[in-house]
């Protein structure tokens, strides 16, 4: 049963297009969706006319820039949830199967005891 509620919850996940929001290679994670980082400009002061068409590059990256970080903050919150419940769960089952053990153990040591 618990083996079904974690592959519906996979599913349900990548349905829904929350599964491995990013990459995580090499020591590094990165978005996967969310495009390539915008350049940044640079400020021309050669003369009034450059210098407006820079602030205006400006002004068109701080967009482009307001989405890719948008998407990036959005993929890795749902990377660490993953993660998380991922490792909650793992450590759940681990303390049910010690538990499991134990029980199985103190009831044949008291089947031994008997002999």
């Known amino acids: 049963m618990k083996l079904f509620a974690l592959i519906f919850s996979l599913l ?3 349905a829904t297009g929350l599964a491995h929001a990013g990459t995580l290679a090499n020591g590094g994670w990165s978005p996967k969706n969310c495009g390539v ?3 940044e400009p640079t400020i ?12 205006a590059a400006i ?6 820039a307001k ?3 948008e998407c990036l903050i959005k993929e ?11 490792a ?11 538990e499991a053990i134990g029980v199985a153990a103190d009831a044949a040591k008291k089947k031994l005891d008997k002999q």
């Open 37 to 39: 980082k915008p350049d």
């Open 12 to 14: 349900l996940a990548q």
């Open 76 to 86: 890795a919150n749902t990377d660490n949830a993953i993660i998380a419940d991922t």
């Open 44 to 55: 021309a002061d050669d003369n009034v006319e450059a210098f407006n068409k820079s602030v």
């Open 88 to 98: 909650n769960k793992r450590q759940a089952d681990y303390r049910k199967s010690v």
């Open 67 to 69: 989405v890719y970080f």
């Open 59 to 64: 002004n068109n990256w701080q967009q482009q």
